[in-house]
């Protein structure tokens, strides 16, 4: 019985093989949008209940600058979301905080169905000449908590 | 007592069958494991691990900022100092992917952040890459 010639497929083979293997991408990315709450935007003086969250580079968490385990913020604003109650969930990571753990934060929350997360910037150019909105519903206290710093 | 010397068989094509038994499992595993796209060039960004939305690739204005803070913007490194005026010059700038490294600190995203609100940029995106559970 005459053999098949297997030469010419192993060619073949061996050119769909290098091909693939320089083609293919194995590296899957994600992403996530992001909402920017600014310090200095108008929504920051609205009736709506806010929920600071601050976190530091060990995971340490605050909210509304008190002391407070992860879990009890996820169960606040879960309350707030059930509720209907008008609400917003800002992160305000501290400066030496990396982006690992912002992600990691913000993958945390969003396991937990909090969606709804806005990214706190700060706008340290003019902390120093923003006077206190007198208009504001914030009363002084609340709005020196925002800033960080007391207001006059 | 002598033994039978054993005949050798030589058959050249039949020695190959598991080289080419292993070839072609490994072009099965690229063709099923791998996704055929143009490799991005991330500019020393090592991204970030998270799973949160899948990513689309569209043809959006890309920011990579490296850990030290260096900013790339559509594949072009630009001083930091400049980086509003370019953004400014920028057609079509609704939508941003930005591309951070993962030991990026918040108060270097923050600037770019700052700089892409001022400019009422409506969409944000944050590019990460899947983690592997």
Redesign the interface.
């Known amino acids: 019985m005459k053999?098949i010639?297997?030469t010419p497929?192993?060619d073949v083979?061996?050119i769909?093989?290098i091909f693939?293997?320089l083609?293919?991408?194995?590296?899957?990315?994600?992403?996530?949008?992001?909402?920017?709450s600014?310090e200095s935007s108008q929504s920051i003086s609205s009736d709506k209940k806010m929920y600071v969250i601050s976190v530091d580079k060990d995971k340490n968490y605050k909210l509304n600058d008190n002391k407070i385990h992860v879990n009890d913020i996820k169960a606040k604003v879960l309350t707030s979301i059930r509720s209907k109650e008008e609400h917003m969930v800002i992160l305000k990571?501290?400066?030496?905080?990396?982006?690992?753990i912002?992600?990691?934060v913000?993958?945390d929350f969003?396991n937990s169905k909090i969606s709804n997360m806005l990214?706190g910037?700060?706008?340290?150019s003019d902390d120093d000449e923003k006077p206190y909105d007198p208009t504001s519903r914030k009363t002084k206290a609340e709005f020196g908590k925002i800033l960080g710093k007391p207001v006059q | 007592m002598k033994l039978k010397e054993r005949k050798k068989i030589i058959n050249g094509e039949n020695n190959m069958l598991p080289l080419v038994n292993i070839i072609f499992l490994l072009l099965i595993f690229f063709m099923i494991a791998g996704v055929i796209q143009k490799q991005k060039e991330l500019f020393d960004v090592e991204l970030g691990e998270a799973t949160i939305d899948n990513y689309v690739e569209k043809e959006i204005h890309t920011i990579y900022i490296d850990s030290e803070g260096s900013v790339v913007l559509n594949n072009e490194k630009i001083d930091f100092g400049s980086f509003s005026n370019r953004i400014e010059k920028l057609n079509n700038k609704t939508e941003f992917m930005i591309a951070a490294d993962k030991d990026l600190t918040a108060d270097r995203l923050n600037k770019v952040l700052l700089i892409l609100s001022n400019q009422k940029i409506e969409k944000i995106y944050l590019m990460t890459t899947k983690k592997n559970d």
């Open positions: 053999k010639n297997l497929i192993i083979v061996f769909l093989l693939f293997m083609a293919t991408n194995f590296q899957d990315f994600s992403q996530t949008d992001i909402e920017l600014s990571p501290d400066d030496n905080v990396n982006m690992q912002i992600l990691s913000m993958e969003n990214l910037i700060k706008d340290n």
